[in-house]
């Protein structure tokens, strides 16, 4: 099994910044897309961006379009959320997810167990 590990999370200040982080470990692997999603307390849990093997497409939300940037390096098996100018409403529980393929072929897709940003107003 491969697992995800979240971390940069915490509280900030509106307009503050804060560089979430992915990890990824296990057994031999390989990562495809990778992705953040997040969810508010009441909500559901909603895409933030995601990004390609090649780090040559990204998408986001349009809630976070020019504020946020996601990113990779293959080489440490981690990904990137470096989220810029924050808001209140982007107060929420930030999961890392990844599209994982193992040696002996299994497909499957990967989670984090989250951490938690906050941004006070």
């Known amino acids: 099994q491969v697992q995800l590990v979240e971390s940069g999370g915490g509280l900030v200040q509106t307009g503050g910044s804060l560089r979430l982080s992915c990890a990824a470990s296990?057994?031999?692997?390989?990562?495809?897309?990778m992705g953040w999603f997040r969810q508010a307390p009441g909500k559901e849990r909603e895409f933030v961006a995601g990004?390609?093997?090649?780090?040559?497409?990204?998408n986001y939300a349009d809630s976070v379009k020019g504020r946020f940037t996601i990113s990779r390096d293959n080489a440490k098996n981690t990904g990137y959320l470096q989220m810029n100018n924050l808001k209140p409403e982007d107060t929420a529980v930030y999961y890392c997810?990844?599209?994982?393929?193992?040696?002996?072929?299994?497909?499957?897709?990967?989670w984090g167990q989250g951490t938690r940003v906050t941004v006070s107003s």
């Open positions: 990004i390609t093997p090649n780090s040559g497409n990204t």
């Open positions: 997810n990844a599209d994982v393929v193992l040696t002996n072929g299994r497909a499957y897709a990967a």
């Open positions: 296990g057994r031999t692997f390989k990562l495809f897309t």
